[in-house]
């Protein structure tokens, strides 16, 4: 197992423990994990960079320290029981069955009972309301809205889409003219008429969260010409800005995701890119999160904004710690 899958456990577990034992000693907290005291420590700065969205003063995990002892004094609401929405179990049940079929994984049998009792408790599961973590819907979820974009297009009807746009990470709501479905680089799309943008779009189907056929024809402008997929779906868009980032081991899976461009192999498996982006409050809480694995190369504004939130969250702690 790769130190990430090693560490996201650890970082889920680390709250709720360190709550039913205030004043707990790192080093007895550090034996608890089978991790050193220096890991521990660095578990829990990146903690301190996690919380609720806004990110800022009152939002963050607090974390205090008194010596060599640890105390949560915020814990953002992790220490109430882990609820996945429908969405949640879909995102996961995908990564674990991908899992499954890794060569060489150590304990398939563990994996299965895992999926057996996460699919057990889908139908317990809270409505979605949002789309898939990832971005990524589970097979049989895009097969069914294939189905229903493809009845849409022979009836030539129009559909009401609720779309994740990973870029932005947010969910939109769209009434689309349907023109075709297209498969480019093994993915499946949707071509349409975006009455929202005023333009012909291409939507990943299994970005799609909820797709409802509407009682009114589909009519696509004259105008409406079919996207040329020659050199793949990306296009680069008039606000989106570069971002030259440099991925250690653990942040690659942001090259995997995410589009990105004249991609460069580095030594100690490290992988410079460069990535477009248009909200910079939402690439700042990607690097964020990733826990000092990215680097920003440039521009000079983005790794400003970086450090100014990261020091925003040490200097909060900082003044809790100078309080008590």
């Given at each position: 197992m790769s130190a990430a899958q090693d560490r996201l456990p650890r970082l889920l577990a680390l709250v709720p423990y360190l709550l039913a034992r205030p004043g707990i000693p790192i080093?007895?907290?550090?034996?608890?994990?089978?991790?050193?005291?220096?890991?521990?420590?660095?578990d829990l700065e990146l903690l301190w960079m996690c919380g609720l969205p806004g990110y800022g003063p009152g939002d963050l995990i607090d974390i205090s320290f008194d010596e060599d002892t640890v105390t949560v004094a915020?814990?953002?609401?992790?220490?109430?029981?882990?609820?996945?929405?429908?969405?949640?179990?879909?995102?996961?049940l995908v990564a674990l069955r991908a899992l499954l079929e890794t060569p060489g994984v150590a304990d398939a049998d563990a994996i299965r009972r895992a999926v057996a009792k996460i699919e057990s408790a889908a139908g317990q599961a809270r409505p979605g309301g949002v789309a898939v973590g990832l971005g990524v819907r589970e097979a049989e979820d895009t097969a069914r809205v294939r189905e229903v974009v493809q009845s849409a297009l022979r009836a030539a009807l129009a559909l009401r889409i609720s779309y994740y746009t990973a870029s932005k990470d947010?969910?939109?709501?769209?009434?689309?003219?349907?023109?075709?479905?297209?498969?480019v680089d093994g993915r499946g799309y949707?071509?349409?008429?975006?009455?929202?943008?005023?333009?012909?779009?291409l939507f990943r189907l299994d970005r799609v969260?909820?797709?409802?056929?509407?009682?009114?024809?589909?009519?696509?402008?004259?105008?409406?010409?079919?996207t040329d997929t020659s050199d793949g779906v990306f296009r680069v868009a008039p606000d989106q800005r570069t971002a030259r980032l440099v991925l250690r081991p653990d942040a690659r899976w942001v090259a995997e995701y995410y589009p990105v461009e004249d991609v460069e192999e580095l030594d100690g498996g490290r992988l410079r890119v460069r990535m477009r982006y248009?909200?910079?409050?939402?690439?700042?809480?990607?690097?964020?999160?990733?826990?000092?694995?990215?680097?920003?190369?440039?521009?000079?504004?983005?790794?400003?904004?970086?450090?100014?939130?990261?020091?925003?969250?040490?200097?909060?702690?900082?003044?809790?710690?100078?309080?008590?």
């Open positions: 080093a007895e907290a550090a034996a608890d994990f089978g991790v050193s005291a220096k890991q521990l420590r660095k915020f814990d953002a609401g992790m220490r109430r029981p882990l609820r996945l929405t429908g969405a949640e179990a879909t995102a996961l947010e969910v939109t709501e769209r009434t689309v003219d349907p023109m075709r479905v297209l498969i949707l071509e349409a008429w975006c009455r929202r943008a005023e333009g012909v779009r969260d909820e797709v409802v056929v509407l009682d009114e024809p589909a009519a696509p402008p004259p105008y409406a010409e079919p248009s909200d910079t409050s939402w690439i700042v809480r990607l690097l964020l999160g990733q826990g000092g694995e990215v680097v920003v190369e440039e521009p000079a504004e983005l790794a400003r904004a970086v450090r100014e939130q990261a020091a925003a969250a040490v200097a909060r702690v900082d003044r809790h710690l100078a309080a008590t």
